[in-house]
């Protein structure tokens, strides 16, 4: 993720989320495909919602806690955003899309230092 080719790097950004998807149960991934394809379709609050619904169902599922942060990173909630980011760390510490949203939160919270810190992770 770090190579100096953007080739290289989309490549392997594909072959991470992948390999976290295959991973996920199978009733897991049909739940995440609704959650993505809400976010994707900018319905925030219907996707907070079958987040919630994974979370309940797959409570160490970390790509469930990273969609609900961005969810609620759309609908403003960056507090709360912070606390799933965290989440999905803890569950996965190469989660690496849960920094991103950690630095997203951070900046329009306007705390840029923190902000440097989680898009460096």
Wanted: net charge positive; glycine share 4%.
């Amino acid at each position: 993720l770090a190579d100096s080719d953007r080739k290289v790097r989309m490549l392997s950004d594909d072959a991470i989320k992948s390999l976290s998807y295959r991973l996920a149960p199978l009733r897991a991934r049909a739940g995440l495909d609704e959650v993505l394809e809400h976010l994707e379709n900018n319905r925030s609050s219907e996707a907070l919602s079958g987040a919630n619904r994974l979370i309940r169902q797959f409570r160490h599922y970390p790509e469930a806690y990273c969609r609900r942060a961005l969810a609620l990173f759309n609908l403003g909630h960056c507090h709360k955003a912070i606390q799933d980011c965290r989440r999905s760390i803890l569950l996965s510490p190469y989660c690496y899309m849960a920094y991103v949203g950690l630095g997203q939160c951070y900046l329009e919270l306007e705390q840029p230092r923190d902000a440097l810190q989680a898009f460096r992770q």
